[in-house]
């Protein structure tokens, strides 16, 4: 949508002109809205466990001479807190994220490091649902970035593939170069994404199934974050998905130019 402010000035001793200033503010209403949008949207996410954890706290104390109640009403209170808290964290993180553009800062980060410790890290949810998650390819692959970051992106990816796959299937992880370009794949054998869905996934709160999505543990958060990080870092996401077959996602990552180093091993002319 166009949108122009179009200003008018009279000149203020009589009339003899009339200045009129067009001014083109399509990109800034634009940003404007997104961001109204987000801010909405935060509220309303905010206030589902924000509601129900007075409400049940208002139930408890109304049923404190039934244990049984209570204690059905405590887990339900502290579901709701642990989302409470995993909702402001995601939207701390995503706010980090996405202020920052390039990562100037960064470090040499290794992928394959990178990728074995979010793999550890989500064996736990996995082993519970007794899905197998197979790490292959164990060369390092340098990028130049922020661990944290990357480390985050790739959680979110792993946990996302056991969060939306059934139990007894396996999560694949894969790490190649090629011309520079450092290729993560995360594969995995759960309910797919449909055609209409895969653009919209990356964008904040856009869930596929919503209750789902709320049930897991899941904050709608999680791949716009990864999209940040990675384009942070100069590099992007790509999906492939079939419903009920499952889904894979590709990052790929610009390696660090390691013919910096090579000036210095020994033997190379000075
Ligand atoms: P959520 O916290 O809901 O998982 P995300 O931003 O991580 O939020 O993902 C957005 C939505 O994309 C999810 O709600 C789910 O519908 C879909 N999705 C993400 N990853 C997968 C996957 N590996 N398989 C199937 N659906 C997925």
Redesign the pocket.
């Known amino acids: 949508e166009m949108s122009i402010v179009v200003h008018l000035r009279v000149a203020p001793l009589g009339d003899e002109y009339i200045l009129i200033l067009a001014d083109d503010r399509t990109e800034f209403s634009r940003i404007e809205a997104v961001r109204n949008d987000f801010v909405a949207n935060v509220s309303h996410e905010l206030k589902t466990p924000v509601g129900a954890i007075s409400l049940l706290t208002e139930t408890i104390e109304g049923a404190a001479d039934d244990a049984d109640a209570v204690t059905r009403f405590s887990q339900r209170l502290h579901k709701e807190s642990r989302r409470l808290a995993a909702l402001v964290q995601d939207i701390i993180e995503l706010s980090r994220v996405q202020g920052k553009n390039i990562v100037h800062q960064g470090t040499p980060v290794d992928l394959n490091e990178v990728l074995s410790e979010a793999a550890d890290r989500s064996r736990l949810p996995a082993e519970s649902k007794n899905i197998e998650i197979r790490l292959g390819g164990s060369l390092p692959r340098r990028v130049h970035g922020d661990g944290d970051q990357l480390m985050m992106a790739f959680r ?1 990816l792993i946990d ?2 056991v ?3 059934p139990e007894n299937t396996r999560v694949g992880i894969g790490l190649s170069s090629r011309d520079g370009i450092a290729q993560v794949t995360i594969t ?1 054998q ?4 449909a055609q209409e ?1 895969q653009e919209r ?1 990356f964008e904040r709160f ?4 919503a209750a ?2 709320r049930q897991t543990g ?7 974050i990864v999209k940040h990080v990675i384009s942070n870092h100069g590099g992007e996401v790509s999906l492939w ?1 079939q419903q009920g077959r499952g ?1 894979t ?1 590709t990052v790929r990552l610009p390696e660090l130019d390691e013919s910096m180093d090579s000036l210095d091993l020994p033997g190379s002319p000075r």
């Open positions: 979110n996302n593939a969060r939306y796959s995995d759960g309910i797919g994404i869905d996934i856009y869930r596929v199934d789902r999505s899941g904050t709608g958060l999680g791949l716009s998905s889904s996602f």
